[in-house]
């Protein structure tokens, strides 16, 4: 008597499954992907932002999550409301303390991401803070390799050293080397381990919850955390005008919200590591946008650089392992990550 898990993987319809699954997972991928690129450029509109805010860069960085946790929280509840009424799935919501913690955490992380860039422009040129920050994707690869085993090939390794090498010609003509600007040099690869732990700790949430209920939790954490460190900064809370109102909102919505919301959404498909190195597309677009908004020039040099930070962009998405988990159980729609698993032929499911 044949046996059924075999015949039914080595079957035409079980090969068919497994191609259709295949198509699939390439195509969500690549949406992912061009979702993330959407997220960089949304995010790369908020150096504009701080730089014309009416109050300081600190207290701006408190509105950008403030304003956006009711926004995020609407859109949680809805999520979960519109679940409820299909009976498609559980409602992904944190049911413990460790769950609770876990989303703070990323709040955390990314409070301080916001807060360290923010000091370290203070004690080191832009240029510096900037370059350093984007040091993420290495910290990034080796975290997700030391720790979660994600595979790691040479064509990936020689796109994100390229993408890197990209980045310091894009900054070249600002970066400076000097004693004074060592404390906010290091204030700038602290800023890099925060970003980092960040995007770390979102795609292993992702694995667990949808977008809005990472987004509206982390957020509400980030805004906790950052208030203290606005109070210190002893920088004015609050805008003179409506017109600043209308740039902490467009922050909050743009860069927050949509930039923020898309790449935590693409983390569910895409390895961290892949998608750290992607990121490193935001400086290329915020100095287009600074060019197009604010009349900053862009010389040959650092053109060149921009191009050198999409070639190994690419060069790292084609060295990225196509079949590789991308996030242990990650889920397969934004709205469900606690349905029900799927059953893959000729394989017993895991407990």
Known sequence: MPNPRISVANSPSGRQSGTIATLATGRTAAIAFALLILGALAIALSPILVRISEIGPTTTAV????????????????????????????????????????????????????????????????????????LAPVIVTGVSYLLFGERVTRLFMIG??????????????????????????????????????????????????????????SALATTLFLIPAGLL???????????????????????????????????????????????????????????????EAIGTLQAMGAGVVMAGIVMARFGTPRHSPEAPGAPDSDSGPESEPRKEPGKPRSQ
């Open 63 to 134: 509105w950008r999550v403030a304003i956006a946790v009711p926004v995020l929280m609407i859109w949680m509840i809805a999520e979960q409301k519109g679940i409820r009424q299909a009976h498609t799935a559980k409602p992904a919501v944190p049911r413990s303390l460790r769950d609770y913690g876990l989303l703070m955490l990323a709040g955390f992380l990314f409070a301080g991401d916001l807060a360290f860039w923010h000091w370290s422009v203070t004690f080191t040129s832009v240029a510096n803070a900037t370059l350093l920050a984007n």
């Open 160 to 217: 994100m050293l390229l993408s890197l090498a990209g980045a310091v010609l894009l900054m070249s003509d600002s970066l400076t080397i000097s004693p004074e600007t060592l404390f906010g040099d290091f204030l700038g690869v602290i800023t890099a381990l925060f970003y980092g732990g960040y995007i770390i700790a979102i795609g292993r949430l992702r694995a667990r919850f949808s977008t809005a209920t990472i987004m509206a939790w």
């Open 233 to 295: 900064s002893g920088e004015s809370f609050w805008p003179a005008t409506l017109t600043g109102w209308a740039i902490l909102a467009a922050l909050a919505l743009i860069s927050h919200v949509g930039g923020q919301g898309l790449i935590t959404y693409a983390l569910a498909h895409l390895p961290a590591a892949f998608s750290s190195v992607s990121l490193l597309v935001q400086p290329v677009a915020a100095a287009g946008l600074a060019w197009l908004f604010l009349g």
